[in-house]
């Protein structure tokens, strides 16, 4: 079953969203060489306190940590630790959320630590990230869950790979229904895949956490001992980039997103649906 959300919900999850939101800055300013993922974690647990919101992602599943940081080869689910020193010219996504009287709201950015990025690197994270606001840029009344999927994959195929090749759109894992829990039906694939027909039909008060994971190289991915890092199988580096976002009468708003989503949703021609909370 798919979770419809009333206006009055979705405002609250915006607040949650907005939490997510002040997370994202925090870390991004402090993931800088000689940093720990430990340290980025220490971060983010001082912002929910500030906020007075709880985590959604310590204690999931047994989920040791506040949020997800992975570095270079690993897509998503790595555990912030001590051991894990951030140097110049790495690769860090960062996934994280928050809860406001019971409502989620879950998001994820990658950011480049230091300098001297290579420019393959650079342009995997623009097109995991445009592939992203494609997908919201798809989250129409009437359209169906398909089309989200369609949007990114069709985004990631058009864009040149530097050096030749194909980017790998990780097959493993993929967006979700969210509202009073962080993963909810529907799952949501990064790419079509026709034998699971064209899914639910967007109404108002769906919400989507829509999030596309890209590496350089190959869709397969393999868990570490841990039981939760993911990484690539050929080692290659990965993207990832996630908000969390509902439908409403007026359109899409991009409940992770500081402006709501108007910006980037502009540049798609889509008006972004008033923020219930300005």
């Known amino acids: 079953m798919v979770q419809i959300k009333t206006p009055e919900q979705i405002a609250k999850m915006r607040e949650a969203g907005l939490v997510v939101a002040a997370i994202h800055a925090a870390t991004r300013e402090a993931a800088v060489p000689g940093a720990t993922t430990k340290d980025l974690d220490q971060v983010a647990r001082k912002v929910l306190a500030e906020h007075g919101a709880k985590p959604n992602f310590l204690g999931y599943g047994g989920f040791p940590a506040t949020i997800c940081t992975s570095v270079n080869e690993v897509v998503v689910h790595g555990i912030p630790s001590d051991e894990v020193v951030l140097k110049d010219g790495d690769v860090i996504s960062i996934d994280c959320g928050a809860v406001i009287d019971g ?23 623009r097109v995991t990230e445009e592939s992203m606001w494609a997908g919201i840029a798809a989250m129409k009344l009437g359209n169906r869950l398909v089309d989200v999927s369609r949007a990114i994959e069709t985004y990631i195929r058009r864009q040149p790979k530097p050096g030749g090749g194909r980017y790998g759109i990780i097959e493993d894992y993929g967006g979700h229904g969210i509202g009073t829990e962080m993963h909810m039906d529907p799952h949501l694939l990064n790419y079509v895949e026709r034998r699971r027909g064209k899914g639910p039909k967007l109404v108002p008060g769906f919400c989507l956490a829509i999030e596309p994971m890209v590496s350089l190289g190959t869709a397969k991915t393999q868990v570490l001992e841990d039981d939760w890092t993911v990484i690539t199988t050929d080692g290659t580096w990965s993207s990832h980039w996630e908000h969390s976002v509902a439908l409403t009468e007026a359109g899409p708003l991009v409940l992770t997103a500081p402006d709501g989503g108007k910006a980037k949703l502009a540049e798609h021609g889509i008006t972004a649906a008033p923020d219930p909370l300005a």
């Open 103 to 125: 409502w989620h709201g879950d998001a994820a950015y990658t950011a480049f630590v230091g300098s001297g990025h290579a420019p393959e690197l650079v342009e995997l994270s």
